[in-house]
């Protein structure tokens, strides 16, 4: 073999080699990041969980920090291949496919249950059923309970597109969720009385029940708790047959099973960054706490950074018991 064939080789081999090692260590171990990043599907309390994480990171652990907004089909996609490393919301009962199949196949891991008192499914404010006295509003619908009890009361809930019937406005478009409420619509027998919408954006969900509520008006829609709507109307959670798992199982036709929301990691996670996965491990909020922070970013006009940070002076008995003193401490004076 001449000289120049044998240097060609080698150049070809040591190419090949740097390939075959790119996005792991010399000895094929996963490499140790510098910048995590963290999934956005799109609601305030995941931004809020998000915004949090990544103070502790970057002023507790010294790690540059970032977010991928997208779809929660597309960002649980990205956590399996690798392209974000921690989602802070991961709504395990709405995606239970899904979530279930990246477990089992070792692409993502669990690491922390963040809350689990949480509730969702159709909401009707509450003057709806019992009136209030004090802006002179009658009760609309006073025998109103259940979902099918909504069969009685159409005209309550107008679509202004056609008056023939009733208006249920349902998950914003792209959320998993979305195709269970649709099914559930049906389940239940409303679509001979109800059309069933998909607003373009949570934004636009909510645009049309402050809209209603403001006018004593009737409204009827999906949402779930925690959130600053929930915190801050007076809303009532129209009752579903106890959950089974067989019925949910075959067409939805119960509440909602118990939703465990779960922080949740890139398989690789714990060997690049052991100490982040160790702090995720211990992180745990409820509901209550959530939407403390949810309100104020309503009521202020706050970004889910602002209110994390106000969140975090509140509450610095919960969230230093997360993190070792020298970590607590560091992100503490970020905080003066």
Known sequence: MSRKLLILVAVLLLALVGCSSEGSSGDGEPEKLDKIVLADAGWDSIRFHNSIAQRILEEGFGYQTDVTA????????????GDINV?????????????????????????STNFDDNSQ????????????????????????KTVEDLKKYPE??????DSSKGLIVGAP????????????VDTYGLGDTFNYISPGSDSSAVATLVDAYEKGEGWVGYYWSPTWVTAKYDLTL??????????????????????????AVHKDMPEQAP?????????????DLTEEA?????????????????????????????????VAEKVKKSLE
């Open 238 to 263: 129209l009752e579903e047959p106890e959950y089974n798992e067989e019925q949910w199982n075959k067409d939805f036709g119960t509440a909602f099973p118990p939703n465990d929301v779960v922080v």
């Open 173 to 184: 478009t792209g959320w998993a969720v979305g195709e269970t409420m649709s099914v559930k």
């Open 294 to 326: 949810l309100k104020y970013m309503n009521e202020n006009d706050a970004s889910a950074e602002e209110a994390a940070e106000w969140w975090m002076k509140e509450h610095e008995d919960v969230w230093t018991s997360w993190v070792s003193e020298d």
């Open 87 to 111: 989602y802070m919301e991961v709504w395990t009962d709405n995606v239970k496919e899904l979530y279930q199949e990246m477990t089992d196949a070792g692409d993502i891991e669990t690491v």
């Open 121 to 144: 499914g159709l909401y009707v404010p509450t003057y709806v059923i019992e009136g209030d006295e004090e802006r002179g509003i009658e009760p609309l619908a006073p025998d109103l």
């Open 156 to 161: 309550v809930f107008p679509d202004p597109e």
């Open 70 to 81: 997208g779809s929660t089909a597309a960002t649980l996609e990205g956590l399996r291949q």
């Open 275 to 287: 100490e982040v996965v160790e702090f995720l491990k211990n992180y745990q909020t409820s509901n």
